[in-house]
């Protein structure tokens, strides 16, 4: 499987950001699909992850209320919808399935105050 995630960028606090991840390779609707995020210096850390038909979602505390995880099975694709930002949520983003499989590339997201 290749996961590729996208749409990271340079925002001012309060800014809001679309991340997609497309994944390629194996039946992308089988599973459920998690954004996780690492922050310099620090352990990569669980953001969000939502069921193989999107109809669950959980999120992290530091997230929850300001990002919204959803996909699109016809697309092989997961989104992450990201309000409010703030510096904290400074970090190199990644998605992958739930069991994990292999890293793909991550997308920076750099929120400056």
């Known amino acids: 499987v290749q996961l590729q995630a996208s749409g990271g960028g340079l925002v001012q606090a309060g800014d809001s950001l679309r991340l997609s991840c497309a994944a390629s390779g194996r039946a992308f609707s089988n599973y459920a699909m998690g954004w996780f995020r690492q922050a310099p210096g620090k352990e990569r850390e669980f953001v969000t992850a939502i069921g193989w038909n999107g109809g669950r979602t959980i999120y992290a505390d530091s997230v929850k209320g300001r990002f919204t995880v959803s996909r699109d099975n016809a697309k092989n694709t997961v989104y992450l919808q990201m309000n409010n930002l703030k510096s904290e949520d400074t970090a190199v983003y990644y998605c992958?399935?739930?069991?994990?499989?292999?890293w793909g590339q991550g997308t920076q997201v750099t929120v400056s105050s």
């Open positions: 992958n399935s739930i069991p994990s499989g292999s």
